[in-house]
């Protein structure tokens, strides 16, 4: 049969071309999205393997397959560090995104009917925690979390009420818009009285959390975390559930059979990678995280921005938040400082009720910290922003300095690639 004319190869070159484009803009932009990182060269060669063409369901030494001996060692040993990294009794690496393990550890931890407590989506939880998401597909009650705008955090009087009052089954803690630790000891507590399970959905903080910051969800009294493994821990896509041994088998069955059949089996050599990355180098990254985080809020608020929660230090975690409705929206504002190359998202603030029209601008810190920025350039970047944003000064001369400032920041940091450029090794 003969090939439909010579265009596939034009057509090719066109996903190149853009894909070139795109690495491009990124070795240029300064990426400030809250749930993205860049992988070490190691797990990107890792990536690109063999393994990303085969299955190996089942368990490490149970597979259905054969030919799965290398990828049981691989394994094997990313289960044991994800163990000695979190201090956690069980672990799953196999679900293939932080939704489907939110998916799983409800499918294994309640019944269609039951009720279930998590925050809205306004109030920082994921849309996953939402009744168009992962509750709705399980068939459960939901109720909203109460939270405390001015404290950006749970009211935890008026949560342990609620509690008493709706007696949840499980309640699902950890969010998206996430500036500081949640209440969990005492939420345990009022779970223990009505025998509620808790749930940590650790997605944006598990590389804090890898680093003993922020919070210890296990030690406080989560009985499990589920977590995508991509956004402050700076592995490949994919996801995580540590749980208490009790829960070992119900956690297992409800990811295979009951929710993957084949995991991603090059995701979990990277995984096992950024593992050891993180048992070395992850306490130094996740200080300077935080450290990196406050003094961008400090400068953004020094500069004139409206940045949340002064009162409290502005940030405990990767993560900075400004109402930004004087400077025309998030939409508005997010869009302007894309074109300057600083890569953001609009993002709703608790008191919003149109999704389309945000009054927020959330950015994190965690992928500049990979690559090496300390406090003097979060201030450099404050004065950027105040510079395109509120003196006016034009696109083109902001765009100029980004590309200059991002230019001495073009290697991973906190890994074992010793100063490695972070380009694919498969182009250039
Ligand atoms: C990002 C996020 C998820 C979803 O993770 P994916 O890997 O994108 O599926 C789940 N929960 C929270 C709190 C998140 O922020």
């Known amino acids: 049969m003969q090939a439909r004319g010579m265009t596939g190869v034009d057509e090719i070159e066109a996903i190149m071309h853009a894909v070139e484009e795109h690495q491009e803009l990124y070795r240029n932009a300064l990426p400030m999205i809250a749930s993205e990182n860049v992988t070490s060269e190691r797990v990107r060669i890792l990536l690109a393997s063999d393994l990303s063409h085969r299955y190996a369901e089942g368990e490490v030494g149970a597979r259905f397959y054969q030919g799965c001996r290398y990828i049981d060692e691989v394994e094997g040993r990313a289960i044991r560090w994800a163990k000695e990294l979190f201090r956690a009794e069980h672990v799953n690496v196999k679900p293939v995104s932080g939704v489907t393990a939110n998916i799983a550890a409800l499918f294994a931890l309640t019944s269609p009917g039951d009720t279930m407590m998590a925050l809205s989506v ?214 302007r400082l894309e074109e300057a190359y600083i890569i953001t998202n609009k993002n709703m603030l608790p008191f919003d009720t149109e999704p389309d029209s945000p009054s927020g601008i959330r950015l994190g810190v965690q992928e500049l910290t990979r690559t090496g920025m300390g406090e003097s350039e979060m201030i450099e970047i404050a004065s950027l922003m105040r510079r395109l944003l509120i003196e006016g000064e034009s696109v083109a001369s902001i765009k100029e300095d980004v590309k200059s400032l991002k230019s001495e920041f073009q290697n991973v940091h906190y890994s074992f690639d010793d100063g490695a450029a972070y380009q694919n090794p498969f182009h250039g």
């Not at 342990?160 to 969010?175: C, D, N, Q, W």
């Not at 009022?190 to 919070?215: C, N, R």
């Not at 990678?273 to 003094?295: C, D, P, R, W």
């Open 122 to 335: 306004p109030d920082g939880g994921h849309i996953s925690h939402s009744a168009y998401s992962v509750p709705g597909l399980r068939g459960l009650k939901l109720e909203e979390i109460p939270f405390d705008v001015r404290e950006m955090n749970i009211d935890i009087d008026q949560m342990v009420r609620a509690m008493k009052e709706v007696r949840p089954k499980l309640i699902l803690l950890g969010a998206s818009l996430f500036l500081f630790p949640h209440p969990i000891h005492e939420i345990r507590l009022a779970a223990d009285e009505i025998g509620a399970t808790v749930v940590y959905d650790a997605s944006h903080v598990l590389g804090l959390i890898a680093g003993a910051k922020f919070q210890d969800p296990l030690r406080e009294g989560a009985d499990v975390v589920t977590s995508s493994t991509h956004k402050t821990f700076p592995g490949p896509q994919g996801a995580m559930i540590l749980c208490k041994g009790s829960l070992k088998n119900k956690i297992d069955r409800a990811v295979f059979p009951g929710t993957v059949s084949n995991h991603h089996l090059h995701h979990i050599a990277g995984l096992a990678v950024t593992l050891q990355e993180m048992l070395h180098f992850g306490a130094g990254y996740a200080a300077q995280i935080q450290a990196n985080a406050k003094s961008l809020a400090q400068a953004l608020y020094e500069s004139g921005f409206k940045v949340l929660c002064e009162h409290k230090g502005f940030t405990e975690s990767h993560q900075v938040v400004i109402d930004v409705r004087e400077l025309g929206g998030g939409d508005a504002v997010a869009k």
